[in-house]
């Protein structure tokens, strides 16, 4: 293949045999899963075994899956349903404020509502300060949301360590991990981490769009956002979208085998990139945390002086696809509000692109994308200096 | 089946030209309405357009926007005999609402051969829709409703309202002219006034990437999607014009540069009108507004070429000409922000009283011919219909 897709934080490339996977089950499964004849019963068993393929990949028991949407459904459900549900106990709700838009806008929504919500801020590298955490915990303290992987700059958060501290200052306050840029290429661990929620997507794991779920530790207490026939345990109403679901389970089940052998690929591709980077002797520069301390999928890099939108056109006329952090229009500068959490200077909001990576990208693609970016930052370069 | 009758403004018609207007306006009526279940009918002095009640609503919408139109009514069709036309306007008067209880009957008799005068046809009426309706009286100033009347040559028809049309000359019967379409509010408002005053137009379309977005293009392709509406087939061209930035950009004062990038823009646009026999240009200059449209720059941009240059917009304030694109659906599209060609160049400081010498001389530094060649092999076509 001619050109690299790096921009598999925002979608990847569905794999080929969760397509056909999807299209047999659209053709034959269209019952409705909750039909008490027989073409409902077999779409309910499709279903089943997809839950039974999500839930081996995160370690959970399959009753626990609430299929949704996708990542900023489970995100909304986890977050709005678990506020409003324990509105009683506490209105205080925490989370960074470098998270995914679909967890910073339900929290700007709920405080609307009349809940408190406090943003805890992040150091350079995507870090936030156990210690303040420790002292924004409450006992009106009802929900901290933190993310996993961070999906602009790939800090890994150390949710280990964030869920003792929640535990152990308000055993009741809810734990919500988004985990849509980690699950089934991380490894992910519900129990060490304390988690009570967890949001996952289909569609960056090479499944299709339009399907996700999230963890619901048994026993949490959570409103539901949509209301009607009672499917997903009455917390996701809905007729279910069948061939979606199937696209999913095999997707992670694909994606979460082998999980080791992938991170060392990741972490080889990133590498290599880098390197190549280095060797052509152009201004750049690494924004968030020491590229081998974050995620071994996602690099964010800033280029002095160049227009991020420019450089990222330039590289789409060599078939390279990468994604501006920021959006860089002369009339309607809108930063990414990650790159500037993380204190990031002017100059570099809007000179930033990530690259990200999937397990279909191979070291003729990042050494080709490499290349093409120094090309492509020598050429503007030339012009606007 | 519905029949709604087609006025145009035949007062200022004369002569040979009338035949020739009333063809082209046949084939725009025809051309809009294509893909309806429609026929259209020429008659002397009107058109009738005979459809389905089903697409009735559908097609006064696209009456109001073919100009030469001066009002369309509805009408309801009876055969040439008084009995019937007396029983039809009870039909009619029937159906109001209680509070349209004042009228007037305005008969208009063009077959002399019905034994009945426009005067006797107003009194029969009348006098038929006050004997059957006692509530109603006659009032001959500002009435609730007016019943109109006229006598063709093989029916009747009874109509209750004129619905306005756009007025303007037929697209089509006033020469061909070239717009150029940049994206922004002004330029569709100046084609769309082009189109009102019976020209006929295809848009060119300047583009820089990887300067600019592909969504740019995007954006054209909906505003002409907008336009066509007002005519039926719309030729767009993309140029681009990244090449002759890079000149420009290297070999000419950065101050002069959007003056020197319209100069070449105009004298691109010539060698397009020649191609496609257009006989003029179309931009959506207004005076003032930026540094780019001041006197002094208007005049030293518009003498690269020799065309004959129309700026439809030139005595209109920005409000009205937001208004023109509300009205005519562009303004949504238009302020999407992306990029055009110009915004990403823009100097500090522009030039905004441009000396002919000064602007001739730096072009002097230009391969123009071999720019103007380079940029005319980029052009590509595509019909909007």
Redesign the interface.
């Known amino acids: 293949m001619k050109g690299a897709y790096l921009d598999n934080s925002a979608t990847t490339p569905p794999h080929p045999e969760v397509l056909d996977l999807m299209s047999r089950v659209q053709e034959q499964f269209f019952g409705n899963p909750s039909a008490i004849h027989y073409k409902g019963i077999e779409a309910k068993r499709i279903i089943t075994a997809a839950r039974r393929q999500v839930a081996n990949v995160l370690g959970v028991r399959e009753q626990e899956i609430i299929f949704t949407s996708g990542g900023t459904e489970a995100n909304n459900l986890a977050i709005c349903g678990a506020a409003r549900r324990n509105r009683k106990r506490g209105d205080h709700l925490v989370t960074t404020a470098f998270e995914h838009h679909s967890t910073i806008n339900c929290f700007r929504y709920l405080e609307k509502e009349g809940f408190r919500a406090s943003y805890l801020p992040v150091d350079a590298s995507g870090m936030i300060d156990l210690e303040m955490l420790q002292h924004e915990i409450g006992p009106a303290t009802t929900l901290v949301s933190i993310i996993h992987v961070n999906n602009e700059i790939g800090t890994i958060l150390p949710l280990t360590a964030i869920g003792r501290i929640i535990k152990t200052k308000n055993p009741r306050t809810l734990f919500h991990v988004d985990a849509v840029q980690s699950f089934a290429r991380l490894t992910l661990d519900p129990e060490g981490w304390q988690a009570d929620l967890i949001s996952c997507s289909s569609h960056k794991i090479h499944g299709p769009k339009g399907a996700g779920c999230l963890w619901v530790k048994r026993g949490t207490p959570l409103d539901p956002l949509l209301h009607g026939g009672g499917q997903e345990a009455g917390l996701r109403s809905g007729t279910e979208n069948t061939a979606a679901l199937a696209g999913f389970g095999l997707a992670a089940r694909i994606s979460g085998s082998a999980q080791g052998k992938k991170e060392t690929a990741f972490v080889t591709l990133k590498r290599t990139f880098l390197k190549r980077l280095e060797e052509s002797g152009i201004d750049f520069s690494v924004n968030g945390p020491e590229p081998e301390k974050a995620a071994p999928h996602i690099i964010n890099l800033a280029f002095p002086g160049i ?1 991020a ?9 060599k078939q390279v696809y990468v994604s501006a952090g920021s959006a860089c ?4 500068p809108e930063p990414s509000h990650v790159l500037k959490a993380i204190g990031l200077k002017d100059d570099l909001l809007t000179g930033s692109l990530r690259f990200s990576f999937s397990i279909l990208n191979d070291l003729d693609e990042i050494t080709l994308a490499a290349k093409e970016t120094t090309d ?1 930052v020598e050429y503007l370069r030339s ?2 200096k | 089946m519905a029949t709604i009758l087609v006025r145009y403004g035949e007062i200022a018609l004369k002569g040979k030209n009338r035949g020739q207007f009333e063809q082209q306006l046949h084939r725009n009526l025809k051309g809009a309405l294509h893909d309806l279940e429609a026929s259209v009918t020429r008659h002397r002095g009107r058109f009738s357009v005979n459809c389905p009640d089903a697409v009735l609503h559908q097609i006064t919408i696209r009456l109001g926007r073919i100009f030469g139109l001066t009002s369309f009514s509805p009408v309801y069709e009876t055969v040439l005999d008084i009995e019937a036309i007396k029983e039809k306007a009870a039909g009619i008067v029937r159906d109001l609402p209680d509070s349209k209880n004042t009228f007037k009957v305005k008969a208009r008799r063009s077959n002399k051969d019905f034994p009945y005068s426009s005067p006797e046809l107003n009194r029969i009426l009348g006098a038929h829709l006050l004997h059957s309706y006692p509530g109603l009286a006659v009032k001959i100033d500002d009435p609730s409703f007016t019943l109109e009347v006229e006598i063709g040559y093989h029916k009747a028809y009874l109509y209750l309202e004129r619905i306005s049309g756009p007025g303007g000359l037929p697209v089509g019967t006033c020469g061909r002219a070239l717009l150029l379409l940049s994206g922004g509010i002004d330029s569709p408002a100046a084609g769309w006034l082009a189109m009102k005053r019976g020209l006929s137009v295809e848009a060119v379309h300047f583009h820089s990437f990887p300067f600019t977005s592909r969504h740019s293009l995007e954006k054209v392709v909906d505003l002409c999607r907008k336009l066509v509406l007002y005519g039926y087939k719309l030729p767009l061209h993309q140029v681009s014009v990244t090449k002759i930035q890079e000149a420009l950009r290297k070999n000419c004062p950065d101050e002069l540069g959007v003056i020197l990038l319209r100069r070449m823009m105009l004298r691109l646009a010539e060698r397009l009108c020649g191609q496609r026999k257009l006989q003029a240009l179309v931009t959506g200059e207004s005076l003032g507004q930026v540094a780019s449209q001041t006197l002094e720059s208007i005049d030293v941009i518009s003498k690269a070429t020799r065309m004959l240059i129309l700026r439809p917009l030139i005595g209109f304030d920005k409000l009205e000409i937001t208004g023109i694109a509300e009205k005519i659906d562009t303004y949504q599209t238009s302020i999407l922000p992306f990029e055009d060609c110009c915004t990403l160049f823009v100097p500090g400081s522009p030039v905004t009283k441009p000396k002919l010498a000064v602007v001739e001389r730096s072009e002097q530094n230009l391969d123009l011919e071999f720019l103007l060649d380079e940029a005319m092999k980029t052009l590509e076509t595509q019909i909007i219909r």
């Not at chain 1, 939108?309 to 006329?317: I, K, S, T």
């Not at chain 1, 229009?329 to 309607?332: N, Y």
Request: charge should be negative; glycine fraction near 0%; charged fraction near 30%.
């Open positions: 227009k939108e420019m450089l990222l056109h330039a590289l789409e006329e229009h002369s009339r309607h492509a012009l606007f």
